[in-house]
């Protein structure tokens, strides 16, 4: 890496994938000259550790990015919406993990495993896809790339850290309840979550899918180019703290064997297969918090058509899912010499 | 119903479906002149209620059945393996609730809503599907008679109460360690179900696919009469006591609007449409346990294919996957006059 360092801000930096883009930058040791952190008058006071430095949550505002030449937003899309221009207007290259931003033709969105050559297209915003896109985008890249992908099938199984802190505390709180007999309270996700499985995350659209189903669908054919790749998506939200599982059937056009598929994966950057079954091994969501891969496993044969592969795919959806991702970006613009920008 | 009554035996009577299967025979009334409650030596002398009455569970022996007219079995398929044919020499009818006889081609494998034709063709053995089969071909009927079934991608999120008490009793630990941070206990499900998802149920096969995922495709096939259906699933424990939810993707040879979905399942037997996602309405976990339905929602066409639909399917695995299905073939037989039978 370079020998030089940035000012980076982190925006949302209180949150769940907040508090997650700190502790990446601090353990892949980001070249960082200062850090501001910046949340909403909610948190502004806080202290957050940065490498045994105690730092001071900002409030967020149009002037808070004096000197920033990287901007980490993660605090919702109206946050982004409002907020990101000001950033990019003080010579921040913003790196947006909402959904604000994602479709925008000139916005890149990135899994830089995938398509780190549309980096160096932005015009100041660059887009962090939704987290369970991410993980899944990273294992068919590389069958989409041998026997081109026409159809894929994919049913998630999502933590409620995807949801962010407050859902992760309500499955903690409504499962103490349960245990000690007592009333739950719903106040974050749309109904029970403890001990229950939601087919709803985000907001329903006409047509019957949820908002994250379609980000699955529109993310995936602009992350892999190809918007011939046929999508459909069942986004569940399951009583798991972190990580995200997700089943997913593709249809290629090529026939692909098992062991082919396995071979290919093996070698995939980002991707590591958990793959055998004669000893129970299998990707889990709790073995993969707090890891980096994407991790895969009971690659077979769909039996039910031609030319299938059903797989598994897990990981931890604040790391690769957001943080990672994120600073994955950010790495990739400092070896490339993309920082600082100037428009 | 007829005025005779019957001399009813369940088998594995100390098990969660054993359990469930003599709270449905109560509940529903069924005409029972003498129950007599089986099981292994380890449950032998346990006492059961029925309609406000104590029963002795007794030891399963192959001369328990003199006298027996219909005989649930629900003790695991090596004991239906060793006694099945017992109670038929006596002159019982069997509904067997295991796997072990339901691929026999002189089996007939039923779900009342779908094919109670096949009832009457029975040679003293009645096969009783997997839960998670039951569930989904209840919904898939209609459907399939009004369009023709293609092919299936079905995504499952089964409850632990499909894997026995035990397994109920192992999430329930697991969950008050974890929340005390103390070491968990792994005995029964070959991971750590509580906040984790497995993507394992039953054992491995050669090509990749769990035994459970191979009954959804076979099963299916069989119930539904037509071979040419075709079928890939993936089999998923989650920390949910009760209630098995299925992420179910359907092409169709005709084309099916939603609202035609939604009318067909609307006036179809067994099933309950609850799809109202404007009010956060779907079929839940948590809703379905203790109820009868198969609860289906989230009906929407599928976009990634010509003639597609996506739906969300749920049930009380114990009871329509188990002891109510078994039960509800009972009554179509005394209803035709097909019980007692004789060889």
């Given at each position: 890496?370079?020998?030089?360092?940035?000012?980076?801000?982190?925006?949302?930096?209180?949150?769940?994938?907040?508090?997650e883009?700190?502790?990446?930058?601090?353990?892949?040791?980001?070249?960082?000259?200062?850090?501001?952190?910046?949340?909403?008058?909610?948190?502004?006071?806080?202290?957050?550790?940065?490498?045994?430095?105690?730092?001071?949550?900002?409030?967020?505002?149009?002037?808070?990015?004096?000197?920033?030449?990287?901007?980490?937003?993660?605090?919702?899309?109206?946050?982004?919406?409002?907020?990101?221009?000001?950033?990019?207007?003080?010579?921040?290259?913003?790196?947006?993990?909402?959904?604000?931003?994602?479709?925008?033709?000139?916005?890149?969105?990135?899994v830089?495993?995938?398509?780190?050559?549309?980096?160096?297209?932005?015009?100041?915003?660059?887009?962090?896809?939704?987290?369970?896109?991410?993980?899944?985008v990273?294992?068919?890249?590389?069958?989409?790339?041998?026997?081109?992908?026409?159809?894929?099938?994919?049913?998630?199984?999502?933590?409620?850290?995807?949801?962010?802190?407050?859902?992760?505390?309500?499955?903690?709180?409504?499962?103490?309840?349960?245990?000690?007999?007592?009333?739950?309270?719903?106040?974050?996700?749309?109904?029970?979550?403890?001990?229950?499985?939601?087919?709803?995350?985000?907001?329903?659209?006409?047509?019957?899918?949820?908002?994250?189903?379609?980000?699955?669908?529109?993310?995936?054919?602009?992350?892999?180019?190809?918007?011939?790749?046929?999508?459909?998506?069942?986004?569940?939200?399951?009583?798991?703290?972190?990580?995200?599982?997700?089943?997913?059937?593709i249809?290629?056009?090529?026939?692909?064997?098992?062991?082919?598929?396995?071979?290919?994966?093996s070698?995939?950057?980002?991707?590591?297969?958990?793959?055998?079954?004669?000893?129970?091994?299998?990707?889990?969501?709790?073995?993969?918090?707090?890891?980096?891969?994407?991790?895969?496993?009971?690659?077979?044969?769909?039996?039910?058509?031609?030319n299938?592969?059903?797989?598994?795919?897990?990981?931890?959806?604040?790391?690769?899912?957001?943080?990672?991702?994120?600073?994955?970006?950010?790495?990739?613009?400092?070896?490339?010499?993309?920082?600082?920008?100037?428009?």
């Open positions: 890496m370079a020998d030089k360092e940035f000012n980076i801000a982190v925006v949302g930096a209180s949150g769940a994938v907040g508090r883009m700190i502790a990446v930058l601090e353990e892949r040791n980001f070249p960082i000259s200062s850090l501001s952190l910046l949340a909403s008058a909610r948190s502004e006071g806080n202290r957050l550790e940065f490498k045994g430095e105690s730092i001071r949550v900002e409030r967020l505002k149009h002037d808070s990015f004096k000197g920033v030449e990287l901007a980490l937003f993660s605090a919702g899309g109206s946050v982004s919406k409002e907020f990101a221009a000001s950033a990019v207007k003080a010579g921040a290259v913003v790196i947006d993990n909402t959904s604000h931003f994602r479709m925008e033709p000139n916005v890149p969105l990135v830089p495993e995938v398509n780190p050559e549309t980096i160096a297209t932005h015009k100041g915003i660059i887009s962090n896809p939704n987290c369970s896109t991410i993980q899944m990273v294992v068919l890249k590389p069958i989409h790339d041998a026997a081109r992908i026409k159809r894929v099938v994919v049913s998630t199984y999502q933590s409620t850290s995807g949801a962010g802190k407050k859902a992760m505390d309500e499955l903690f709180s409504q499962t103490v309840a349960i245990l000690n007999q007592r009333e739950i309270k719903v106040n974050v996700l749309p109904h029970q979550i403890a001990f229950n499985c939601l087919p709803h995350i985000d907001v329903f659209c006409d047509n019957g899918y949820t908002k994250e189903e379609i980000k699955m669908v529109n993310e995936t054919k602009k992350i892999l180019a190809d918007p011939s790749i046929a999508l459909t998506a069942t986004c569940v939200r399951v009583p798991v703290f972190c990580g995200h599982s997700e089943a997913v059937n249809q290629t056009e090529r026939k692909l064997t098992a062991k082919e598929v396995r071979d290919l994966l070698v995939a950057p980002g991707v590591e297969v958990v793959d055998d079954p004669a000893n129970n091994s299998y990707p889990l969501a709790i073995e993969a918090a707090g890891k980096d891969p994407c991790y895969v496993g009971r690659i077979r044969e769909d039996i039910s058509t031609e299938g592969i059903d797989l598994w795919v897990v990981a931890d959806n604040l790391r690769k899912g957001a943080a990672l991702n994120a600073v994955q970006i950010a790495e990739y613009m400092v070896e490339n010499s993309l920082l600082p920008w100037s428009p």
